[in-house]
């Protein structure tokens, strides 16, 4: 009954750490930036000397719990990092990804180390307008990094936005229009302007551009001069992966010619038309985006946009779709690093590798157990447990595990105690037990509490083996159809399908038979043969499981019945193959763990609770 941690639950096991250095004793303070809409969450060290890399590796928990509920982070205090290529070491810890190229460039910027780039290379004096990175195409990094090697004298700050607030922000008028559109990027790449398409593409063979145009949705149209054309449609908004929360994820305000100075973008219609801009934006069915809209989607920017002063060695993660940035004119010397990781959608693997990796399965595997972890830390209450005792005597009921009989009994051991226990009335049938007529019973068997007598049977099997293991707070015991049948086999249950995987050394034989085990001694043997194990198969008699929770003892005992059902049936058909011996323990892991039971056992709960309405009353 030991959890494994390498199961589902054991990924959720271990308690948060407190945010202090396990290499260094100095505090980390959690403290938040913000305005209305935008707001920041700031780890910062008390310790200048604080390296963040090991502090990181110390407290990768905490950080990635952190960066799950608020989606930005900036790290500050810490000891500046020696040396450009210690950014990605660090950025490689937080992201447990690679670092992705900087593909499809809007703006020109330089690489200083592999997959490290210097921020957008405009002149001091522009004010660079928020966007999420790449959001003008079909694919965009998760996660974007900026490192502060030098903080400019003055100005230079890297302003934040949440793109959900900017999306709520706008009229919905220009939402649904955009939403029904889409958006349109019109480039024209010459070294004159911008650009070069060599430059953005990084090939000089147009066959290369061809194919990389079809495989990104770009629309290229080569000149007769030999300059590039494309256009490329994108979304407006998206809705985040994980988050399921609408965000204005798109770059119309930004690649739109009416954001370049006045004079500027009035030369250029001039002298080279609106055809020929260096880049311009229309809504994806070429129509022009009316200017005062434009203005509005600047203003909610302007409106939602958090701006903070760069100090050096700060470092920031940003979810890229639920954050925009930008960048604010500056005076003097100005580094700031940017590294991006997580491509979304995931690129498609080369010939040979896996569709789906390993990272993204560990991360499903997380989610899920997190899903699921605060029901199962707050259900703990006497009322609660009352009735989750109920709905497994209901659960007994339905699947026909106790044969329509009065002989099963289930036990829940009262939480602070060691001597008592909940158990059904006995001479009530399954279907009629509720929280209201459980009886509690001590160790020596006496009633303390219900209008019935116990089940003398049950409670020498029960009393004894919650006094041996301690760990066990809820026993059920059935003479469900097929585990008894299985119990005249006196044989254990085989690996003959993933169901069957949990009972895989989980499980004993009590060999001996003495009719109800009315005998102190025959309880004794019984729980001894338990030895530790989630289940005991007695023999010509029936089945009983247990767990540390009314979800692992009940459905341990449904998946008990099923795979005894198979175990005979796969019997009958003869020369069936069994799982190998390391993939039965494997499945075990994987399957046989308390969030998993609790899963199952929640939904029979809902079911119980449409069959027999008048649970209903209790829980309420």
């Keep these: ?19 202090t250095s396990k290499a260094r004793t100095e505090a980390v303070e959690k403290k ?14 008390g310790s200048p000397e604080l390296e963040l890399e090991k502090w990181i590796g110390a407290n990768k928990e905490l950080v990635d719990k952190t960066f799950r509920e608020d989606r ?38 330089t690489q200083l180390e592999e997959k490290i780039y210097s921020s957008t290379e405009f002149p001091e004096e522009q004010f660079i307008v928020q966007h999420n990175e790449h959001s003008y195409s079909n694919h965009w990094p998760l996660k974007v990094f900026f490192y502060c090697e030098t903080p400019a004298a003055q100005g230079g700050q890297t302003p934040v936005c949440d793109s959900r607030a900017v999306y709520r922000l706008l009229r919905p008028e220009t939402v649904r229009k955009f939403e029904e559109n889409g958006v349109l990027y019109v480039r024209n790449f010459s070294e004159e302007m911008d650009i070069s398409w060599q430059q953005f593409f990084q090939t000089e063979d147009k066959d290369r551009v061809r194919a990389y145009c079809q495989e990104k949705n770009i629309r290229p149209e080569w000149k007769d001069n030999g300059e590039l054309r494309t256009s490329q449609p994108a979304q407006s908004s998206f809705v985040h992966p994980e988050l399921g929360e609408k965000v204005w994820f798109n770059q119309a305000h930004l690649f739109h010619y009416t954001n370049l100075n006045r004079e500027v973008y009035e030369f250029l219609l001039e002298n080279y038309g609106e055809e020929n801009l260096p880049r311009n934006a229309y809504y994806g069915n070429g129509n022009a985006i009316e200017d005062e809209t434009l203005e509005e989607i600047r203003a909610a920017y302007d409106k939602a946009m958090l701006a903070f002063d760069w100090q050096e060695g700060d470092l920031i993660m940003i979810d890229n779709m639920l954050y925009s940035h930008g960048r604010t004119p500056f005076k003097g ?11 979304y959608p995931q690129a498609a693997p080369a010939a040979g590798e896996p569709l789906v990796g390993q990272k993204q399965v560990s991360g499903s595997r997380k989610n899920t157990a997190e899903h699921f972890i605060g029901k199962m830390e707050a259900e703990n209450t006497e009322s609660a447990l009352k009735y989750k005792l109920a709905i497994a005597y209901r659960i007994m009921a339905a699947l026909n595990l106790e044969e329509g009989g009065i002989s099963g009994h289930i036990s829940l051991k009262v939480p ?49 083996i919650h006094k041996m293991y301690p760990g066990v707070h809820c026993i059920v015991h059935t003479h469900a159809p097929w585990g008894t049948a299985f119990a005249a086999l006196d044989s254990l249950i085989e690996p003959v399908d993933q169901n069957c995987c949990m009972f895989f050394e989980n499980h004993s034989l009590y060999r001996e038979f003495n009719g109800p085990v009315n005998d102190v001694d025959d309880s004794m043997k019984l729980a001894k043969a338990l030895d530790g194990r989630s289940a005991v198969i007695l023999a010509n008699h029936g089945a009983l499981t247990c767990g540390e929770s009314v979800e692992t003892a009940v459905m341990y005992m449904v998946a008990l019945e099923r795979a005894c059902r198979l175990n005979i049936i796969a019997r009958q058909a003869g020369n069936y193959k069994l799982v190998s011996d390391d993939v039965a323990r494997m499945t075990k892991e994987w399957i046989a763990n308390p969030i998993g039971f609790k899963i199952e056992f929640d939904a029979l709960q809902r079911k119980m609770e449409r069959t027999y309405p008048d649970l209903i009353n209790y829980k309420k």
């Excluded at 938040?32 to 060290?45: A, P």
């Excluded at 019973?441 to 020498?460: I, K, R, T, W, Y």
């Design 416 to 464: 602070g105690s060691s001597n008592q226990f909940w158990v059904n009335p006995f001479g009530l049938l399954s279907e009629e037990v509720t929280p209201d007529n459980l009886i509690l019973v001590n160790e020596e068997g006496q009633v303390l509490s219900g209008d019935h007598p116990v089940n003398v049977a049950g409670f020498c099997i029960h009393a004894i």
């Design 72 to 109: 930005i982070i900036l790290f500050r205090g810490f000891k500046p990092l020696a040396k450009k290529s210690l950014f990605s070491e660090v950025v490689r810890q937080l992201s447990g990804s690679e670092l992705l190229e900087y593909t499809e460039p809007s703006t020109p910027r």
């Design 333 to 343: 010397k100005r580094s700031i690093l940017v590294a991006m990781t997580d491509e």
């Design 1 to 19: 009954m030991a959890l494994n941690k390498n199961s589902l639950a054991g990924l959720m096991g271990t308690t948060p750490k407190v945010v």
């Design 32 to 45: 938040r930036l913000g305005n209305e809409y935008t707001q920041i969450t700031v780890l910062e060290s």
